[in-house]
């Protein structure tokens, strides 16, 4: 039986949870290139603390075989649904030595939480802006063209996929500070929280 996580896609489009990454240091993960430490994410413009969750992992693989393929032989994955996207528990060392020897990868990055409440996210590589009235989507995205993998635009925002999973955070937050768009953030999927 295929394990498949159901998650919400919980990203600015959905309007369940507004956010936009920053880096705050220069620190990099030796294994993944993904920053260290403390981040932040804007939501109505106030910051919002993350913490990298280090037992945790987001790999996107090239295809849905290759992902079927992780899936079948590795008990601590799950699969996103409608995706090619595995989360996998990566606390057991052999795991995590299995995800970082895993071929046909395009992108893995550890999860997030957030500070004040321990909620996991898990970003995938995609951002999500709002041109504010008269500025070009092109002026925009010109100054990272080189990791852009598609575009979609629609009639509720924009969605931009990126080559490197890893600047998404950077991406967005420079996008959302430059003055040219009314919300910027990257996408991301996580459970839902009832109240």
């Given amino acids: 039986m295929k394990k498949v996580l159901k998650l919400i896609r919980a990203g600015v489009l959905t ?4 956010v936009g990454f920053v880096a705050c240091n220069d620190l990099y993960d030796p294994d993944t290139g993904q ?12 910051k919002i603390w993350l913490d990298i969750d280090y037992s945790k992992m987001i790999v996107g693989f090239d295809n849905e075989q290759d992902l ?21 528990d990566i606390t057991d ?3 995590r030595q299995k995800v970082f020897a895993a071929k046909n990868v395009k992108n ?3 999860a997030y939480t957030v500070s004040d409440n321990g909620h996991s996210i898990y970003l995938n590589g995609e951002i999500a802006l709002w041109p504010k009235a ?12 080189a990791n852009i993998e598609t575009v979609k635009e629609l009639s509720i ?8 999973w890893r600047k998404a955070i950077a991406t967005a937050n420079a996008i959302h500070e430059s ?10 999927y996580s459970t839902i929280i009832y109240f």
């Fill in 15 to 18: 309007g369940a949870l507004c």
């Fill in 35 to 46: 920053k260290k430490g403390k981040d932040f994410y804007w939501s109505g413009n106030e």
């Fill in 68 to 88: 079927e393929a992780f899936i079948a032989t590795t008990p601590e994955a799950v699969s996103f649904e409608m995706t090619t996207i595995a989360l996998v």
């Fill in 93 to 95: 060392e052999s795991i």
């Fill in 108 to 110: 893995k990055l550890y």
């Fill in 134 to 145: 008269g500025v070009s989507l092109e002026k925009i995205l010109a100054k990272y063209e």
């Fill in 157 to 164: 925002g924009v969605i931009v996929q990126l080559k490197d």
């Fill in 179 to 188: 003055g040219l768009v009314d919300w910027c953030a990257p996408d991301f």
